[in-house]
């Protein structure tokens, strides 16, 4: 392994563009010509990885390897010949490998680079290092110190010197890139402390220009708290992979890429531990790469329900551990999705469904059909969700249900506290029920643990129904009679502004009192 200030270390180049390649043979002229016009004046490879092209990608890429080392950036060229690929993180496994640069600059083989992308991005790393050190835990000797590296969000706000971010750290391929061991004043930290932590992107122009207009907004339109806020949406990392620049020790302090192969979101695996391990996100707002939409790229492999899951399940570690409670903001299609997808913990925390739809919202309440029975209702529910339980005021001949009143529902009758008193608890202690938003959340939950909602409604019912599985009764209501925090689940940029001037006109904040899922 080199040490820090070695020859070989410093003769190094600065950066590697990691470019895995699978039949490009159309892009790749335009591409491969995009790293010779680097205006980038440091140290800069390329290392390429073909991954089993059948089409003449690998004569290209000679052919370009001669034109490329006459101006001073040296290739490496890796690759495999079996009959079938190994996918594209394998790919940008093996192409990472091959490579020695401080910091990796990834380029999709049919896009194409502006000039000044290199030395821009490097410069953003530059600009967000760490800010973190390690820091002593109390009592701790000083021995403990120099192998404990705590989770970043435990560390002292500091910034490490800027020669350890310019003069970066590189490894020896027999290690596999894992990173080496620096010295920070007393301290000896992994070298991937010393170096920007950041994924840093850049602003995008698509071709052909038309296509997928609504995503290339997102990417290029996001703030920078929302590179952070809105990493839970359909379209996946904020900041887009064929645009990644991140230091090397830092990426084998988090990867590497998934070797799944064809659908397996490898890109959006990386980003979410990348987020784990306290890494940050950082966009260029200028645009710095040509991104080619191709109908058959492999991207397009990878399920919708292979990447719905994986949201879900880090939209439930990261966020709803820090919720009590929270409304789902769609009680469409999406929104009851969502909620079905939810673990049953994290299902109980859903006090209600919000909407603009009067029809929605005159339902009353969703019911989860995966389950066996609805359990006790409030009025507006019919009597066959209730199975024929005997006990159930449905079962007299004389009985009338009457619709809840939509006063009731949009949260404007307030009488209805005299008539539903079992309405009007909190479900959590740390929200005063202020508005009646809440109010038929303890009716869902009553029926949930058996409890009376009526006086028809007996300890017999309890009983003898105890074989079946009550189903959570979730509420839905207007959004003005809702409570956040929401999990919003729609789709932004669709309704010409109406689902966005709804939001605002709630004066909430993103990241706190809502995120958006769709």
Known sequence: MRALGDPAAAAAPHVSVILPVHNAEPWLDECLRSVLQQDFQGSMELSVFNDASQDRSAAVIERWKGRLEDAGIPVVIGGHDAPAPRGVGYSKNQAIAQSSGSYLC????????????????????????????????PGRPQAAVQTEFP???????????????????????????????????????????????????????????????????????????????QVFTSHGPTVIMPTWFCSRAWFFHVGPFDEGGQGVPEDLLFFYDHLRKGGGVVRVDQSLLLYRYLPDAATHSVLETTIWTHRVRFLEERVLPRWAAFTIWNAGRQGRRLYRSLTAEARRK?????????????????????????????????????????????????????????????????????????????????????????????????????????????????????????????????????????????????????????????????????????
């Open 151 to 229: 989770d970043f969000r435990d560390h002292t706000q500091s910034r490490i010197p800027s020669v350890l971010l310019t003069t970066g750290c590189t490894c020896s391929r027999k290690d596999r890139g894992f990173p080496s061991l620096i010295r920070y004043g007393s301290l000896l930290v992994p070298c991937w402390y010393a170096s920007s932590r950041q994924i840093i992107g850049c602003r995008v122009r698509r071709e052909p220009p038309n296509s997928t207009e609504r995503y290339t907004r997102w990417i290029n339109q996001l703030t920078p708290d929302q590179l952070l806020t």
């Open 106 to 137: 990834f380029l999709d083989s049919d896009d194409v680079m502006m000039p000044q992308r290199v030395r821009l991005q490097l410069e953003a790393a530059a600009q967000h290092p760490t800010s973190a050190v390690p820091r002593r835990s």
């Open 350 to 518: 859903v006090v209600a469904f919000c909407d603009v739809d009067e029809n929605k919202i005159r339902k009353g309440f969703y019911c989860h059909e995966d389950s066996q029975v609805c359990g006790p209702r409030a009025p507006g529910r019919t009597a066959s969700s209730h199975m024929g339980c005997p006990h159930h005021p449905s079962s007299d001949p004389g009985y009338v249900e009457q619709p809840l009143p939509r006063a009731f529902l949009l949260g404007e009758d307030h009488q209805a506290q005299q008539q539903w008193p079992h309405c009007w608890g909190s479900p959590n202690p740390e929200w005063p029920v202020s508005l009646p938003s809440l109010g038929a959340l303890s009716a869902c939950r009553s029926s949930m643990a058996g409890r009376p909602v009526g006086p028809a409604w007996t300890p017999a019912h309890k009983t003898s129904c105890s074989q079946e599985r009550p189903k959570p009764r979730v509420p839905i209501l207007h959004f003005r009679a809702a409570r956040p925090p929401f999990v919003i689940c729609v789709k932004l940029d669709l309704t010409g502004g109406a689902f966005e001037d709804n939001l605002r006109s709630l004066h909430l904040r993103e990241g706190q009192d809502f995120l958006h899922f769709s």
